[in-house]
């Protein structure tokens, strides 16, 4: 689906001049390695609650329970509401700042907001690496998402306004990457810190995430602001610089000018959240709520937070939990490369689909496995067989590997390319909250679910069903489309049109590309 001509009168397909310069990709690859912060979080949070040393200092009823009474019903080991408060209490505050943050980004630019966030997670991970009671680990999880919320917010935007058209998948990727690498090193750090004598690695695995916040502290500092950014704060003449600078040729006026008009636009709406609400962006809106809300619900975080704990139930002692969830975390970076060669050249629906399908079946699997070893009343009995929990781990790599081509990067990538400038802010604010909101009752609720769904806790494969049959019909195709000329894929949608009848093609102009 190329690019095309938005002239008055014109159907040819147009192409903005510009090249895949090494200073953008630099730019792009520091700026993305805002997404440790993320995923170290992600990747340590389960693995330090898999730690006897953590467990007996903050959560002694939780592990007296898992170790004096070997008949506990294996679903319900781990259900304690002030254990999974540790870990969800990040992405309530993730929740709150992201609409913060919205403000920020807009009214003073994407970088700020990045320096805010690194700056908050490492008060965090100070915070809980000092750690003396179950408060300051729960303060420590406020602030460190705080942080998640302003650079979840500023960096999916920073890297979709700052690419070429044409790598704009690849290089917004580079976000998901960072997280699927922040969760990879903390799973390898919390394997480590299991084994030092003293039991005080956990400590080490928590205040670890200084290093993630420094990196995006400082990287804010000397990265250069987006154009987009400049033009919609009026700083014009130095956006044209930045932009010939980026884009590595001295002809960019029609991407300038492009951005001007999307600026002048901007500038009409003075309640963004509001305007949101508008007939013209419902098809934004829906994708803003909706594809992060997916998201949650393939189940990733069940797996990626409790990994540890999952491995142990079924019968893992706690450092082969730790190495499962390290493999896990390989297959996590693997599969993410793959979605980086090849969401430009297949499709942001063909790995929607794909990736949709493999998850189904690996959940499926997975949950028969629980069922044949636990069955519904979670009786331990003997350990699981050794060929049963081959198949466990298999399948549950198969399942990362699918998530992390598909909704893993793409759920970042798709909102933050779809949304026109005048409500891009407020949109992406919609977008981390409800990624955040779910993330958070996910978490929250987990160990209740394990409990009481017993194996039936994978009814998200349910979910991924929805999610894939929505994306077939529903979501267009927004490969090699310009961020400010998206209005294209709405107005030619067999079913958003019928939204956009009051939304002109950018210069009033003729379109000449089919768009699925």
Not at 48 to 68: A, G, L
Not at 132 to 149: E, K, P, S, Y
Not at 273 to 281: A, E, F, S, V
Not at 463 to 485: G, R, S
Request: glycine share 10%; with cysteine; proline share 4%.
């Amino acid at each position: 689906m190329p690019a095309v001509d938005f002239g008055p009168g014109s159907g040819n397909v147009k192409e903005y001049p510009g090249n895949l310069t090494l200073y953008v990709t630099v730019t792009c690859m520091v700026a993305a390695m805002g997404g440790l912060i993320f995923g170290y979080d992600i990747g340590i949070s389960g693995g330090v609650t898999s730690m006897d040393s953590f467990m007996k200092k903050f959560f002694p009823s939780v592990y007296r329970k898992e170790q004096e009474d070997s008949s506990t019903n294996q679903y319900c080991k781990f259900n304690s509401q002030t254990l999974t408060m540790f870990t969800s209490s990040l992405y309530l505050a993730a929740l709150l700042s992201s609409l913060v943050a919205s403000v920020v980004t807009r009214r003073l630019g994407r970088k700020l907001s990045m320096l805010f966030g690194g700056v908050l997670f490492c008060s965090g991970a100070l915070i809980n690496g000092f750690a003396q009671a179950v408060w300051m680990l729960i303060l420590g999880r406020i602030l460190l998402g705080f942080g998640v919320g302003f650079t979840n917010q500023s960096l999916p935007l920073y890297l979709s306004e700052m690419a070429p058209y044409k790598f704009r998948g690849s290089l917004n990727i580079g976000f998901q990457l960072s997280i699927t690498i922040g969760i990879l090193v903390a799973n390898v750090r919390n394997y480590f810190f299991f084994e030092i004598k003293g039991g005080w690695g956990w400590r080490l695995s928590l205040g670890g995430a200084v290093v993630p916040a420094l990196t995006i502290t400082f990287g804010s500092l000397i990265l250069p602001e987006t154009p987009n950014s400049m033009v919609e704060r009026g700083r014009n003449e130095e956006a044209k610089m930045s932009l010939k600078r980026i884009r590595g040729v001295e002809d960019v006026s029609e991407e300038f000018n492009d951005l001007v008009a999307a600026s002048e636009a901007s500038r009409m709406v003075e309640h963004p959240w509001r305007d949101l609400l508008q007939r013209k962006y419902r098809p934004q809106l829906t994708m803003a709520i909706l594809i992060p809300f997916f998201q949650q619900l393939t189940g990733i975080n069940v797996i990626m937070f409790y990994a540890p704990v999952l491995f142990k139930t079924i019968g893992f002692k706690s450092d082969a939990s730790l190495m499962s969830a390290v493999i896990t975390g390989v297959v996590n970076v693997g599969a993410t490369l793959v979605s980086i060669y090849g969401v430009d050249k297949w499709g942001r629906r063909f790995l929607f689909l794909q990736g949709g399908t493999q998850m189904l079946i690996c959940q499926i699997v997975v949950a028969a496995c629980f069922g044949a070893k636990f069955g519904i009343q979670g009786d331990p009995g003997e350990l699981l067989p050794k060929s049963c929990a081959i198949v466990v781990v298999l399948f549950i790599c198969i399942y990362v590997a699918g998530f992390a081509w598909s909704w893993g990067p793409l759920g970042w990538l798709v909102p933050s390319e779809i949304f026109p400038l005048e409500i891009r802010s407020a949109a992406q604010s919609i977008n981390v909250s409800v990624n955040m909101i779910f993330t958070f009752i996910i978490a929250q609720v987990f160990s209740t679910m394990l409990c009481q769904l017993k194996f039936g806790l994978f009814f998200f494969a349910f979910f991924v069903v929805v999610m894939t049959i929505f994306v077939y019909f529903f979501l267009p195709e927004t490969k090699d489309i310009p961020i400010e000329a998206m209005v294209i894929v709405w107005k030619q949608h067999w079913f958003w049109s019928r939204f956009m009848t009051d939304v002109d093609y950018p210069g009033n102009g003729a379109l000449g590309c089919d768009v699925i």
